[in-house]
């Protein structure tokens, strides 16, 4: 059991809004089939803004909610599989935007798992006493990555940025009951984006362009790993914090298909009233689908102090990533 309690939730959406309808006009494809594979109607898409300034609104957010001052953070932690840049990290300018001088500041690549990742490798900092204060934030751009005439892709994803506020609690009230990561590299070419590949010669041929490529994946076989490998790391996080699955009150999967998180309440025979959904509103955010929606049911008061939350993600990597807390 270790103490750590979320302080403040906050989200950002950037404000263009795609429906299905305006995607027909770009390739051939209809909202009877997005929606009826997916359950995605809307995806927002940032114009002019980078993954760094989703972060920045999120993180200016939760220090005007949480009453922290920037120079308070000891740690700021970005999930992205959408950078700004190789480098500085996204978290790097986030930390120079907010000012928050005291902060060390890095980014976390797990892709769809980002957030769990990130919220795993923070708690662990604030365990050891390293850091007191941290920020964790995931954050997309995947409208920047996606190859828009690959309508098997583009339909899927949107933009977004969503993070926490974490801090010990000294109560011991608000806990990480257990957690799970698993990482299956034998089938990282599934899924990719942004494959830049070594030089070929040296001198390089000055004229060749470098391409990177956009986002690519193996939609099916991501699909039977998910309705796989969720439940498993659920069951194998449930035994770690010696609680049944049917005792969580709230399950919060990565937003990638509706049909995935239908299929695993089916398969962990748990009512899927309990597994909220808002990737009809936002498509695959990515690293941000999970701090998207705990912000929301958080503020709709669904999720309450001393409720049971499973945080779950997975994606590229492949990745799977479970955090069971008690909220
Ligand atoms: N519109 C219309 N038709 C389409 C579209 C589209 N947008 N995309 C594909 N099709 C067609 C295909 O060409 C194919 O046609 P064919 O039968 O004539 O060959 C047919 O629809 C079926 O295609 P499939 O790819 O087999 O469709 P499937 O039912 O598997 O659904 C989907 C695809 C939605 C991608 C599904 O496989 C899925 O959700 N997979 C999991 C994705 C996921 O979980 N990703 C999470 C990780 S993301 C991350 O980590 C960043």
Known sequence: MENIKIIQTAHYIPEKAVFNAELTKLMD???EWISSRTGIKKRNISIGENTSDLCTHVAEDLLV???WKADELDLIVVATMSPDSYTPATAAIVQGNLQASNAFAFDVSAACSGFAYAFEV???FLLTKRCCKVMVIGGETLSKVVDWSDRATAVLFGDGAAGVLLATDQTG???????DLQTFGADCDKLSAGVNNALSEFP???SERREISAFKMDGRAVYSFATREVPLSLQRACEKAQIDVAQIDVFILHQANERIIKTISKRLRIPLSKFPVNINHYGNTSAASEPILLDELIASQRIKRGDVVALVGFGGGLTVGTQIIKY
Do not use: Y
């Open 65 to 67: 909610k949480s009453g």
């Open 204 to 206: 390089p041929k000055l």
């Open 173 to 179: 009230k608000s806990q990480i009951l257990a957690s």
């Open 122 to 124: 923070a708690s662990q």
């Open 29 to 31: 494809t209809s909202d």
